[in-house]
């Protein structure tokens, strides 16, 4: 190879260098999808956890979950499918999992596509952020519970306890960028409607869990003045009471709690 051919190709290796290096290569489009899909991306997925789980099952549950999911691969129609997907969700909850449970239920909700299905969705879903310990796990369900609960508002914007189970999964769980955003949501709703007892008996709640008895006091008085009945409110004052020791008032409560 003489001198002027290997120059053209330390000159070509050059070029190439610099336009592949030094310049952005990928269509902007796709740079932000993939950015989109950065920030999207679960630590883990739904056979992970699966696979994982089952590792810790005795035989016998092994077997039960298998024999399941056989019946739920052989179902020849929608009905039968929604039967047997509902059946492995009752299963997986009762052995404690429900992470898996959430899953099952959020098939169904994909299927029926109704407010309702989305709601016991995302509050499985919410139940697994409340026990789960494992970091991953607990971010999956995270995820999905509140894509669950923002799907039921979607559908059914009017009814409010889809709203509050958003906040619910706020408060349990706060975003990073906006750690307050349960307890506000909450506000807001109790702005546009002081009187709904749902909203106050959660505020109530998140007051005793942070002892803040004088405030869970004030709304569960606003509660009982509504609806004198109302026995989450009876049960929550009983506790505020026993926490201020008046424990002639808390004695009260807590018999009608039991009644």
Known sequence: MNRNQILFILSFIALFGILYFGFDTKPSK??????????????????????????????????????????????????ATFIKLENLAKEWYALGFPEISAHYAEEIAKERN?????SIAGTTFTICVTKQVEEKVRAYCNKHAKEAFENAI????????????????????????NPMQGILMLREMNQENPEEIKVLNQLARLSIRTNQWDNALKRLNQVLKIKPDNQPAI????????????????????????E
């Not at 109704?114 to 989305?118: L, Q």
């Open 235 to 258: 049960c929550m004052i009983a506790k505020v009471y026993q926490s201020l020791q008046d424990f002639s008032r808390a004695a009260d409560y807590q018999s009608r709690c039991i």
């Open 154 to 177: 979607s559908i059914d914007p009017d009814n409010i306890d889809h709203r509050i189970n958003l906040s619910v999964l706020y408060t349990e769980a706060p975003p990073k960028n």
């Open 30 to 79: 796709q740079a932000k999808l993939e950015e989109t899909r950065a920030l999207t991306f679960e630590s883990t997925d739904i056979r992970v956890i699966m696979a994982d789980v089952k590792k810790k099952l005795s035989t016998r549950d092994n077997s039960i979950i298998g024999l399941k999911e056989q019946e739920l691969q052989r179902a020849q129609t929608d009905s």
């Open 114 to 118: 109704d407010a309702d299905s989305w």
